[in-house]
C-alpha cells in the first residue's frame, strides 16, 4: 500500500503517515529509491490496525 492508500483507510492526512513512518511508529515493508522514495506498507497490517481503531472509535477493546 502506498501512503496515500494508508492515510485514507486510516482516515488521516498523508503527511501524518509519512511522519509516523519516519519515526517507527507505522511500521514500513519498504521503501522505493531515491532522497524521496515513497513509503511501502502491508496491505493486511494496516487494515488490522484500521480495525483496532474502529473498535476503539466504537469503545470497544482493540486487542
Known amino acids: 500500500m502506498t501512503t496515500t492508500e494508508?492515510?485514507?483507510?486510516l482516515g488521516k492526512q498523508a503527511r501524518t503517515i509519512q511522519r509516523q513512518a519516519d519515526a517507527?511508529?507505522?511500521?514500513?515493508?519498504?521503501?522505493?529509491?531515491?532522497r524521496t522514495g515513497a513509503y511501502l506498507f502491508d496491505r493486511a497490517l494496516i487494515e488490522q490496525l484500521a480495525k483496532g481503531?474502529?473498535?476503539?472509535?466504537?469503545g470497544g477493546d482493540a486487542a
Do not use: M, S
Open 6 to 9: 494508508v492515510a485514507t483507510l
Open 24 to 34: 517507527g511508529i507505522l511500521p514500513t515493508i519498504g521503501k522505493l529509491p531515491g
Open 53 to 58: 481503531e474502529a473498535a476503539l472509535a466504537e
